[in-house]
């Protein structure tokens, strides 16, 4: 096949910028295309398959589609089938392949009729669309009616092309892909009104881009509070084996290992916005999922299932846990009687450690090493809600099960809302690891396998940016007064508040700054005047964005004004990006983050000489966390508590990298929306 032929059938797939020089490029797709799906030049790739070229081994491969590990079926014409999920670079099976989804949004119900005599019958709880969750009857959104939805397995170089339709009438919708820096393809980055138009009612979106991130990632919903009611997913971007500095101390590294995370209302999540007074009030959840399963009670039986996973003894495996979560909360993930060997946080492998527990917050992720060493038995793994979530007693469980074991539970207790032993935890909230204590392992102690580049390391940086975040606290009476409509939630046990970085309360417009500049109104922007008249009130509402310089190192001081210990830690991520963490610290009393400055250029706040590299990171409630990352990919990108609620209410900054002129231009025929008056 000439090259010139991979170019059309790239451009027929809206590809073509992606097209690789003398590379061979493998097209997986669902099994079918439906009416209401946009055509693949379907003719064209198979007209293309029968190529007998030796430099370019086009393959096809016709899967389900869905969440099964056995091997592909291929169509007719089709050669040497292999899927996506694949052993990757090894045996000469290193040409990117065309990973092609088809995922259907739509409005769904838990323990529904799809389900049949689920959990009385526990068989039925498998059932073809059945949606357990912790066993609770409530309305969902889902993604090909499971929750959590479809995920992605892939190799680092692959093309994944998603075509995503809503069906949830009266509302839009957008993906994002956390932890995927989008270099080539920001327009994809699936943020509403910053990066795309968020899809409407019917509409399709296409995302499309390149796995080139190696590591676990996951998918979300953008849109609303739509990620808690279930839109979300696991991402995992695999590269050869022998590149891996772990690999040779793990046998399997499983696609069902990948433990996904996610806190879970009784309520739909807008409900919860702003906020109820008399009853289900706050934004705490009442339980939690793993892999979209769980019981809400403590009992063991007559429930529904858990989620179970199955080992060997003797053999060791990675496991990739993802925080999938949205309320004010962290928590704990334990596994009963076996230690874990922790590698790699976000996407940075680490020098690695010993831990019990792990502390996870909302988008961070760990992978880990479990080693099957234990008697043949079942476990409990056990997810705990911290802070005011432990006093909820917000928990769940899952099994992990050794194969000879049977279909057993475990025998030992139930642990609970109360737990198990946490041993050495990594991540401590709040915690900054300041006494020599082994039982702690904080993430800026962590050492990365990565060396940071020199530039992020020298003491002198050319741009600083603090990140104070706090809230704006309303009375009723200013709140609520005639022709006043301040965005704002009801946090638990605290006055109606807007939630603000440095004293905005950030608004996006009603166009995509990315690829609709001209139409976003200048009055909507954050502008001296406007700062000086609004800002001695207490609060802006504005589009805040911050210019930095293509190319520079940037310091964020990401601080919490409030200055209160052993409250909430607040998990700031940032999109297109990657940031090494330097510092973590607490306040001292009358201590600012001028302060903190004029401390780190005396060298008197030590910072690690082999930072890990997130794009996830945990203040400590009244402290501050020190990183720096290279502007090098440019763009418009969010930069924002992962708190949910407190991402609606508007702690958010929009970084804009470089200038117009430097970014990916538009694609052609991308989706416009505005003001119309």
Known sequence: MKQGLLAVLLAGLGLACFAPQGLAVDVHLANAVPDDFP??????????????????????????????????????????PASCHRPCGQDGDDEPMICYFRWRVEAYVTMGRACGGCPRNVTDCTLPQCVTADGYEKGVLTVNRKIPGPSIHVCRGDIVVVDVKN?????????????????????????????????????????????????????????????????????????????????????????????????????????????????????????????????????????????????????????????????????SITVEGHRLKLIAVDVTPVRAVEVDTLTMSPGERYDVILDADQPVAAYWIHVRGLGACALLGAHQVAVLRYSEAGASLPTSRHPGRIGLPLGVVVGPENSICATDNPSEVCVHHLESLRPAPPAVLDRDVSVRLPMEFSFRFYSDEELFRSDTFHRFFIPPLFPPASARVNNISNVLGPSPLLSQLDSVPEHLFCSRQMLASCQPRGTCECLHLVKIPLGEVVEFVIADAGRIRNGLSHPFHVHGNYFRILALGLFAPGQTVADVTRLLDAGEIPFSLRPVEKDTIAVPSGGYAVVRMVADNPGYWMFHCHFLYHLVAGMSVVLQVGEPDDMVPTPRGFTTCGDFF
């Open 167 to 331: 069906m949830m009438p009266g509302r839009s919708t957008t993906i994002h892909w956390h932890g995927m820096r989008q270099r080539a393809s920001p327009h994809m980055d699936g943020v509403p009104m910053l990066t795309q138009c968020p899809i409407p009612e019917n509409g399709i979106f296409r995302y499309r881009f390149r796995a080139e991130e190696v590591g676990t990632h996951f998918w979300h919903s953008h849109d609303g509070m739509q990620k808690m009611d279930g839109i979300v997913g696991a991402m995992v971007v695999r590269g050869p084996r022998d590149e891996e500095p772990y690999g040779h101390l793990y046998d399997y590294d499983l696609r069902s290992h990948t433990i996904l995370v996610t806190d879970w209302f009784h309520t739909d999540a807008d409900q919860r916005f702003p906020g109820l007074q008399r009853r289900e009030s706050g934004q705490l959840p009442d339980s939690y999922l793993i892999n979209g399963r769980g019981s809400y009670r403590l009992t063991v039986d007559s429930e529904a299932p858990y989620a179970v996973f199955r080992v060997s003894r003797g053999r060791r495996y990675r496991l990739r846990l993802i925080g999938g979560t949205c309320a004010s909360c962290a928590y």
């Open 39 to 80: 055509a693949l030049n379907d003719a064209l790739l198979l007209a293309s398959l029968q190529e007998d070229d030796a430099d370019l081994d086009e393959r096809r491969v016709w899967l389900d589609g869905e969440e099964s590990d056995r091997r592909a079926r291929p169509r007719p014409r089709a050669s040497r």
